[in-house]
């Protein structure tokens, strides 16, 4: 069951999307923007000292919330936005850093995201694990929350283990996103696709509409957001131990 009110959920008397908030400013830069829907979240936000935005309710997407934002601050369509997701507590900086200077070494990415090896064939079954499949060059093929690559062989034999998930490169899509800002003024006229319908992956969108997103392989290992309970209460035992 996912958490209700999630962002504002106490980690270590912190509220969760101020921790995040917190992660993002520690990147190199130019500015960090906390986009949201509720007044009380902006509030807490905005007492934390971070810069806030009042956005619709009506958005489909975090793409949409965020394009929001873009708009109202007439941002140019070259300029770099990175999306992080308001459940990531723990998102190392420079993984924010990999993306923008990914994408402004070449120009002709509009999208770029992250993923990382799945190590362990209980997250590759779980379905608030988001897996996905690239080609050689690093461009999505697909992202799913069902287990693919599918092991078939070793599934049917009932011998999944962590080894065969390592052996199979699965990835987790770790729910960063670097945008140029054309490519997300296009990808807000799309309307919700079939596939991100059924999934309840945004995503999906731009590739069913043949767009293409790179992802990149983390530089270093990202500890995975919070979803449930039991999320939640792993993170919170991460930042106590480490003091963070």
């Given at each position: 069951?996912?958490l ?22 520690l ?34 997407s ?34 924010i ?32 694990v ?18 693919i ?20 490169h ?33 995503q ?9 997103i ?6 270093v ?20 131990v480490?003091?963070?």
């Amino acid at each position: 069951m996912r958490l209700p009110n999630k962002p504002l959920v106490d980690i270590v008397g912190i509220p969760m999307v101020v921790r995040v908030a917190r992660r993002a400013a520690l990147a190199q830069v130019d500015e960090v923007i906390v986009a949201v829907d509720d007044v009380q979240v902006q509030e807490v936000v905005a007492q934390a000292g971070f810069d806030v935005e009042m956005t619709s309710k009506d958005h489909i997407s975090g793409s949409d919330r965020v394009m929001e934002v873009a708009a109202r601050r007439a941002w140019s369509n070259q300029d770099i936005v990175i999306n992080v997701q308001g459940d990531e507590p723990l998102l190392p900086p420079s993984v924010i850093n990999q993306i923008a200077q990914y994408m402004k070494h070449d120009p002709h990415v509009a999208i770029a995201t992250l993923s990382e090896p799945i190590e362990s064939a209980a997250d590759f079954v779980n379905p608030n694990v988001v897996k996905v499949v690239s080609d050689r060059s690093g461009r999505a093929l697909y992202f799913s929350r069902a287990s693919i690559p599918f092991p078939r062989d070793d599934v049917l034999e009932e011998a999944l283990t962590d080894a065969v998930v390592q052996q199979a490169h699965a990835q987790r899509h770790v729910g960063v996103y670097g945008f140029q800002v054309h490519a997300l003024k296009h990808f807000v006229t799309l309307s919700d696709s079939r596939l991100e319908r059924i999934e309840r992956l945004e995503q999906l969108r731009w590739l069913e509409d043949g767009g293409r997103i790179d992802v990149l392989q983390s530089a270093v290992p990202i500890p995975g957001g919070v979803d449930t309970q039991e999320d939640l209460d792993k993170v919170r035992q991460i930042i106590a131990v480490n003091a963070l």
